[in-house]
């Protein structure tokens, strides 16, 4: 045994047993041993977890004391070493905290919008509307605690019903808006096979304090019956009307029926809110022929559970049709819908009146029903039409094109929602997926069937529309946006908010990251609504507006300027592009809006992106604008950034190919890549073999490069859409030579998005994702180039001649072919085919697509 000499810790003493000892012997030994170097200190124990008598081995020594030199400093080491780790991680997770605190953190900064700016004291005009657009008709007030009202039909066919609520492309209906000023008033056609409704509201917010009256007077027919022909009108269809009120679960509130007719028809609702104070509905059916009611009294969990909630309680009646079944005699009833079956033609009104108006209402002739809704109505119209004349030159001259333009801005205003709660967001940075603090949004939205929700690029577009018609309309939408920024500067890039706006999105698609950017069109609806909220006699309003702007804008132009940098300066990179999507046969820049248009083959870091560059320029010049209009100190900084990023030895030091003759995109890049379904895997003895073949995955027959990244298309224009280049320069010479040439972008109905000699034009992205930005004709890209080129055209130089025929000709092909398919399907369309012109996609599509009414005059 080797035993530590205690006196002198340099040198062991060995004590060596005789063999054979016995184990009392070697206990002695060891006892005597002990005693001869001296009394020792009592044993410490050491406790474990629930405690116990200790281990011996401790009770005997301490660890200090069986340790050599060398290894206490190696321990004094791992401890250091466990010190620092337990920092990193430490100072790693306050980081991480602060950063996904900073995910949700608003931006501290003064709201655009004012403290109860949506109210019915502060805006009573804007207070109800028709601001659920994803509803063929309905109406809510802007709060976060609405009552909700809408329509809903079906037709009595034996059968299930097949109930028309939400906008369903499925459903093949047509439905426009006929007539729609954003405020006032509104008219709506719907055709569904035989039946033809039109749902028309009237508002007078100035009754009482609490956001005033308003009707809704559903009318019905039959098409392609003869009225007179009694054996054709008995085989005619039956239909059932429905409409409802909701009080969702967070209005404090209630509501109230009455019924008459043997308690079958719903005659009147009343109710109470906090900010609509006691109110009443009354339903007004009018028909002439056999008519059955019946009604309903529940409760609905949700807002987005109506038409199921409707459907769960309907039942058979002894005539054949389909009807509600009255009161459920819940504890809690907060829906209640009245129905009418009968054979068209009838007529429904839908009255809400505020009993705070009572005095108003009176002065004002009484209520907004039969002949004074006509003739509210009426007057309502023709001030709609004479503001149309005034700011669009759409006047009767022109049946064809003044119907065009007042349908395409009707759907754009029809369009319009007010939503509210919390986007889910992420930061990929962090991992982290939390819920944006909740939230109101007024805004446009692209298609009332399919996108009927916020998204941020399209919102820049709408509101090139929205505020040539009503600048104060505008102003609020842009407020709503911008107050959506967090601290760093980034706003979700589409807003999918409350149950309604959920229900219509697939679940992999409500996650919004925070690394993802989407162009900053809302620039340019400020530039254009800049003159208005500048002019000699503007509110307080607007220069408030402006003053609390212009620092969120900064704030927004420095997230870009950071996030969306390129490696070398004055460069930018959409970010966002995943290099690992094998089945993608050039991967996705959903950032950029233009998601598929041909980018480099392998995204790395040296990409530079064009476009990007001419938004961040045109931002600057935006800046400077705003900047100098509320003499802000750093305007000139904006001003040097936009003269700088919008030099031409800039933008051909990082774009221009000499090769190609063109600016365009630069990255790693190969042309030889295609979609290869790869071999399926050799089957085992008895092995059946797959149901269905492997996905084509991406196969590059040449290895890619650095370098400009060909296919002429809608980026190769940007640095003249967005007008950097000066008006005599030989490069705006070059892509105007090239715009106008059929082999490359120009068509008979607008420029196509990509050159037939791409090698991606019209390529599938992947087998079962058809191109989107590959050739297709989109109305708001062809909407800047006209603008771009009427601004060429009024600028001395020597394209400017060539500029204003492009212009006028370019203006003519878009807005003919838009307004002839128009006249054909009776709608707008996503985008257009670029050999024939036909409308495709998604439809109605009245978000960007009406812009073609801005191009209605030379």
């Known amino acids: 045994q080797e035993l530590r000499n205690p006196s002198d810790p340099g040198e062991y003493k060995q004590d060596k047993m005789p063999k054979g000892a016995s184990q009392n012997q070697i206990r002695n030994r060891l006892k005597q041993n002990a005693n001869a170097d001296g009394p020792r200190p009592p044993p410490q124990r050491f406790r474990r977890g629930g405690g116990g008598s200790g281990n011996r081995w401790w009770n005997a020594y301490h660890l200090a004391d069986r340790l050599t030199p060398s290894s206490a400093t190696l321990t004094k080491l791992f401890a250091g070493l466990f010190a620092v780790i337990a920092l990193i991680f430490l100072v790693r997770f306050v980081t991480l905290k602060a950063r996904t605190a900073r995910l949700w953190t608003p931006v501290p900064l003064p709201t655009l919008v004012p403290q109860n700016g949506t109210s019915a004291e502060l805006s009573p005009d804007l207070f109800w509307g028709t601001y659920r657009p994803q509803l063929y008709f309905g109406l809510k007030h802007r709060s976060p605690h609405s009552l909700l009202a809408g329509l809903m039909w079906f037709r009595q066919d034996g059968l299930e019903p097949q109930i028309r609520h939400w906008c369903e492309q499925s459903d093949r209906l047509r439905y426009s808006w006929d007539a729609h000023d954003g405020r006032n008033f509104g008219s709506q056609s719907i055709r569904d096979e035989e039946f033809a409704i039109t749902t028309e509201f009237v508002k007078r917010p100035k009754m009482g304090g609490k956001g005033g009256d308003w009707t809704a007077r559903i009318s019905t027919k039959l098409v392609g019956v003869n009225a007179s022909d009694a054996k054709q009108r008995q085989r005619s269809p039956i239909l059932s009307v429905m409409f409802y009120f909701l009080l969702p679960d967070s209005t404090l509130g209630h509501l109230r029926g009455q019924t008459v007719d043997e308690q079958f028809r719903l005659e009147r609702i009343q109710g109470h809110t906090k900010e609509l104070g006691e109110f009443q509905v009354n339903f007004r059916p009018r028909t002439s022929g056999p008519v059955r009611y019946t009604h309903l009294s529940t409760y609905a969990p949700r807002e987005d559970l109506i038409k199921e909630t409707v459907m769960h ?116 940075e962090t991992e982290t997926t939390a819920a944006y603090w909740p939230a109101a949004l007024f805004s446009a939205t692209p298609s009332r069937s399919f996108f009927p929700r916020g998204f941020l ?22 407020a709503h946006w911008l107050d959506l920024m967090n601290v760093n500067g980034w706003i979700p890039r589409e ?101 598929d248009y041909p980018r480099a083959s392998h995204p790395t870091d040296e990409e530079r992106h064009l476009d990007l560059l001419c938004w961040m320029a045109m931002a600057s010049r935006v800046m400077a604008q705003i900047g100098f209009a509320v003499d802000a100190p750093d305007w ?223």
């Open 313 to 428: 309680r309907m039942t058979g009646s002894p005539d054949g049709t389909i009807g509600l079944t009255g009161r459920s005699n819940m504890k809690i009833e907060n829906l209640f819908v009245f129905q009418m079956t009968s054979m068209p033609e009838f007529q429904l009104e839908v009255s809400f009146e505020s009993v705070s108006g009572l005095s108003d209402r009176q002065a004002a002739g009484g209520s907004l029903q039969g002949k004074t809704f006509s003739r509210e109505f009426t007057r309502h119209e023709a001030a709609f039409n004479r503001s149309l004349a005034q700011k669009f030159g759409a006047t009767v001259a022109n049946e064809k094109s003044s119907g065009f333009v007042r349908s395409a801005l009707s759907n754009m205003l029809g369009g319009i929602g007010y939503f509210y709660g919390s986007s889910i967001v992420n930061s990929p």
């Open 495 to 595: 807003q999918i908010l409350g149950f309604e706006a959920k229900a219509k999105v697939p679940g992999e698609f409500v996650v919004q990251p925070d690394t993802n950017a989407n162009p900053p069109t809302l620039f340019l609806a400020v530039e254009q609504l800049l003159p208005y909220l500048t002019r000699d006699g503007a509110g307080k309003a607007d220069k408030e507006f402006l003053r609390r702007l212009y620092p969120r804008l900064a704030t927004w132009y420095a997230f870009f300027n950071t996030t969306q940098a390129g490696l070398l300066p004055g460069t930018y990179r959409w970010r966002g592009r995943d290099s690992n999507k094998v089945h993608q046969l050039n991967p996705l820049t959903l950032s950029s809006g233009l998601d």
């Open 457 to 478: 690029w399209d919102e820049g577009f709408h509101n090139l529309l929205i505020g040539q018609f009503d600048p104060e309309i505008s102003r609020d939408i842009l």
């Open 636 to 858: 000139r900084k904006f001003s040097a950034t936009w003269e700088s990023l919008r030099a031409e030895s800039h933008l051909d030091k990082y774009h221009w190919s000499e090769q190609l003759a063109s600016y365009y995109d630069y990255g790693l890049h190969s042309e030889r890549v295609r979609l290869e379904r790869p071999q399926p895997p050799k089957l085992k003895p008895g092995q059946p073999p797959p149901q269905t073949p492997p996905k084509k995955i991406r196969r590059v027959d040449v290895e890619p490069r650095l370098g400009h990244v060909p296919g002429f298309g809608y980026v190769s224009l940007f640095p003249m859409l967005m007008r950097l280049l000066e008006p005599g320069s030989p490069r705006l010479g070059k892509i105007l030579t090239d715009l106008a040439d059929p082999k490359l972008l120009w068509t008979a109905y607008g420029l196509r998005s990509l050159s037939p000699q791409s090698s991606m034009y019209n390529r599938h992205n992947t087998e079962d994702d058809p191109p989107y930005w590959r050739g297709a004709i989109w109305i708001n890209a062809n909407y800047l180039a006209v603008t771009a080129l009427r601004h060429y055209a009024s600028q001395p130089g020597p394209h400017r001649e060539t500029a204003a025929q492009l212009a006028e000709r370019l203006r003519t092909a878009v807005f003919n072919n838009v307004m002839k398919e128009w006249d054909s399907t009776g709608f707008l369309w996503e985008q257009y085919e670029d050999r024939t012109g036909r409308g495709q996609r998604t439809h109605p599509f009245c978000g960007w697509t009406a812009l073609a009414a801005l191009l209605a005059v030379a």
